[in-house]
């Protein structure tokens, strides 16, 4: 095996890493290191992907590879991404998003005497709703400005309750999550039948020994340092008090509607003779119909109903700009790396190791874990790595999605320790605490969740 394109390889992946930790932006920091690595590989004729459609020139093919890629990208997972982004938009604008986080939280006051339980218990709750909302800088603010100021008036201290708001975002799964459209789109699964035949599986059990050691750890930390634990609810009940513009509480079901249309419409419930099967974006665009019909019943005016549609488009818009081209760029950054022979190498180094596929799943899991930690994005360490597992599993023999899914929490986990990443600046700053206070509170919870997830899933 000719060493050279994986050591050159690895290189790319030092330097992307520096400049991405320096903050320069990752879409093009991904796509110009793909493209060269791609330029390189062809140099150094080492095999190229070629487009579907050549231009007559290898080195103007390299760009006709880029454009298949938007072409690519926009058709399929693309559309559903924006389809999310655009309805989540919609619901956060229509107050349905409140309404959801108002209900779901209730049951805490069940707990009011025991603040640390209280906190813990804030996290499966969170996680459910971080299925409906799966923005992690959206749910987290939305959080700051209902539960916070409930948890510090109940005795949590400031920096348990923003660690345990923080920790609702850590494992991002559900058919609305942007990671589980891509995944599902590589290892070409349906996607409620991945959430609910893998991601929930694993999930569960995870949450539970979370929620457990966030309980241990923020009591720990109160009692070291009541100093840091002081309460002060100021900043967040003026949020809380800004936040009370209510919708009805049946918004409160919008949210839900795309996972109770996919979960109803699938092949785990034959409810009707001739089986319906519904998709994400046609799922998203029923609910984004249905949200219309509950503004123009609750506003009884056509045209501010209409109006409001253009949040639905700006959100596509926010979100093609933002994760959307982030996939297409890390997909050349990735077909860039194979070109180098990226995945020859790891799996030469890995059977000289002893490594079979169980050994290359946890090396590519804790990678993109320290990956999203070092980014403070989970997306585009995913998105990076992930299109680098089909031909790994088709190596070694294994199915893609049994290599894919701890890579999937793997990334929103190490976004939660993240002292960049957008969700913890965002609770920090509201509740006056330092991302590093809230990184040290995290990381032992979700480090242990990490080791957990490896040796239940992979031994």
């Excluded at 590989?41 to 103007?60: D, H, N, R, Y």
């Excluded at 690519?72 to 998003?97: C, H, P």
């Excluded at 005795?155 to 058919?175: D, E, K, Y």
């Excluded at 995870?206 to 109160?222: E, K, P």
């Amino acid at each position: 095996m000719n060493s050279l394109g994986p050591i050159l390889a690895l290189l790319f992946i030092v330097v992307v890493a520096r400049l991405l930790l320096r903050k320069y932006h990752p879409h093009a920091v991904l796509l110009i290191a793909g493209l060269l690595m791609l330029a390189l590989a062809l140099i150094l004729q080492f095999p190229v992907p070629e487009p579907m459609k050549s231009t007559g020139s290898k080195g103007l093919d390299l760009f006709r590879l880029l454009k298949e890629s938007f072409a690519g990208t926009n058709a399929k997972v693309g559309l559903m991404i924006m389809s999310i982004g655009g309805f989540v938009a919609y619901s956060d604008a229509i107050g349905a998003s409140k309404a959801l986080v108002r209900i779901a939280m209730k049951p805490l006051s069940l707990l009011r005497k025991h603040p640390h339980a209280t906190a813990a218990a804030v996290i499966p709750i969170g996680q459910l709703l971080f299925v409906c909302i799966p923005s992690a800088a959206g749910l987290g603010l939305l959080l700051m400005a209902s539960i916070f100021p409930i948890l510090v008036n109940l005795g949590v201290s400031r920096l348990s309750a923003v660690s345990v708001i923080t920790a609702c975002t850590a494992f991002g799964i559900g058919p609305a999550s942007a990671i589980t459209a891509s995944a599902v789109s590589l290892v070409e699964d349906n996607s409620i039948e991945f959430f609910l035949g893998h991601q929930i599986p694993l999930v569960l059990p995870l949450s539970l020994i979370v929620a457990v050691a966030y309980y241990f750890v923020n009591r720990y930390f109160d009692r070291k340092n009541p100093e840091e634990a002081e309460n002060t609810a100021a900043s967040a009940e003026s949020n809380s008090d800004a936040e009370e513009k209510k919708a009805p509480r049946i918004y409160a079901l919008i949210p839900v509607l795309p996972l109770i249309l996919l979960v109803v419409f699938s092949d785990f419930f034959q409810i009707f003779s001739k089986p319906i099967v519904l998709d994400t974006t046609t799922a998203m665009f029923i609910s984004l119909f249905i949200a219309l019909i509950f503004e123009f019943i609750r506003q009884r005016k056509l045209k501010p109903v209409l109006d409001s549609l253009k949040t639905f488009w700006n959100g596509m818009g926010n979100i093609f700009k933002t994760v959307v081209t982030l996939i297409i760029a890390a997909d050349i950054f990735s077909q860039g790396l194979i070109a180098m022979g990226f995945i020859d190498g790891l799996l030469y180094a890995s059977q000289n190791l002893g490594f079979e596929a169980i050994g290359v799943g946890i090396v590519m899991t804790v990678m993109i874990f320290l990956a999203s930690m070092l980014m403070g994005s989970g997306n585009a360490a995913f998105f990076a790595f992930a299109p680098l597992v089909p031909e790994i599993a088709k190596q070694f023999g294994v199915k893609a999605s049994q290599m894919i899914l701890p890579m999937n929490l793997a990334a929103s986990m190490g976004r939660t320790v993240s002292p960049v990443a957008g969700v913890l600046i965002a609770t920090a700053d509201i509740a006056g605490v330092s991302t590093l206070q809230i990184v040290k509170r995290n990381l032992i919870p979700l480090g242990l969740a990490l080791v957990v997830m490896l040796i239940y899933h992979f031994i």
